[in-house]
């Protein structure tokens, strides 16, 4: 069946054939849990399936698995490893329409970014696939008397936690380069977005991945994610969510000095200075901050701009954002809906209160619905402007399609402006001068900056931010940082 047929049986039935019930471990789906809890489709604010409730006990037993798992993985050539890693994203693609739609129904974004997310996902294993077969030391020159080389080893078992606004390509981002590098998985996807990661874990091992290397238990963070957390086993923690709770993740997993990826929370500028085109500054803060309803970490949820072309761009903008049509990600609206109820509150709760402080909104500002159904957790694509640098709008990330917008005069202004939250995730500068832009690139504190472009870049890049966004990096070749230990060794050539 086609996404097409897929997403109408959907719309008709309310139903998706053949969704996970169990977690899956040492290879095969268990037999679902007396616990289970209700998933609901953000497009509709309706249950659609339910999963089961990991306890304790399956997070030990998924440990258990990848722990053997482990020990056998390390031992298969990296050539081996590259051809695995190849048939997953063979598989992923021709599995990509049943995918995209699942992701859909789970998450609430449209059927276009869920598409572009599994092709993204199917890339990540074939970059790393590439990798597997060229994790190598590096000679060292002690003179005459030594001859002296490094390896890279893989770590062991990894843990991944992932987030509900990318759960699979932030899944396979994570589970590649551990995988290319040796080692086995555990993975804990997001309550709200439980099932595409138990699809592509049993996708893995169609492809040849061996039984126990990837498992996946659902459930509560609170419950297995802390088990998962506090557990020695675990030698690579990667963690994609916010900074309350990446620092409880941090705190829970210290006493074993367990390595930690965190990909936390951010506020990301658009900085246009008075020579940049106003059309390609509006575009680009449209992409940047209603893609995925801006529940993006790295989305451009500040535009911070010139005074000059201040009217120019906000003028294009707020009709860009007027029109946008919010509706069921399953029938091609420009924006989806929200995750969750509770997410949709907090959004809602950041706008009120600007409202309360007299801030100006010049479009959006409130929940709305599908107005097919009427039906669904939808909020207006939102634009604050002329924003004070300590408004909490400006300081605090609020998740949703909601951007606010600061006005500066000089460079320096500009770049104090940037940097100045708690975040340090990424940046974009538009400018058709070269220079500005390299200097205003070099004084971002964060981990990714982009010229003209805001969305520049790919997957072959490492990201990860700096401050409060977290530490570590993903994607490209440092992504497979986290998943190695460097092991020196030296031999005395005497005789």
Known sequence: MTAHDIAQDYLKTGRLAALPDGHFIDGKTTQPSNRKMESFDPGRAEAFAEFSLGEETDMDLAIASAETAARHWRQVTPGERCRILNNVARLFRENADRLSVIEVVDSGKTLAEAQG???????????????????????VNLGPAYTAFTVREPVGVTGHIIPWNYPTSTFARGVAPALAAGCSVVAKPAETTPFTALVMAELLCEAGVPAGLVNVVTGLGADIGARMARDPRIKQLTFTGSVSTGINVAQMAAPNVTRLTLELGGKSPLIAFSDADPEKVADGAYWAIFSNSGQICSAGSRLIMHKAIRDDVLAILGERAKSIRTAHGLTAPDMGAINSELHLSRIKAHVEAAKGRGAHLLTGGDVTVDTDTGKGWFFQPTVIADLEPDDPAVQEEIFGPVLSVQNF???????????????????????????????????????????????????????????????????????????????????????
């Open 117 to 139: 997310d599994i092709q993204s996902s199917a890339r990540l294993f074939e970059y790393y696939a590439g990798a597997a077969d060229k994790l190598d030391g590096r000679s």
């Open 409 to 495: 005069d000089t460079e320096d202004e500009a770049i104090q402006l940037a940097n100045g939250t708690e975040f340090g995730l990424i940046a974009s500068v538009y400018t058709q001068d070269v220079g500005r832009a390299m200097r205003v690139a070099s004084a971002m504190d964060c981990g990714q900056v982009s010229i003209n472009d805001y969305w520049a870049g790919g997957l072959e890049l490492p990201f990860g931010g700096n401050k409060k966004s977290g530490y570590g990096r993903e994607k490209g070749w440092e992504g497979l940082d986290a998943y190695t230990k460097v092991k020196s060794i030296t031999i005395s050539n005497a005789s």
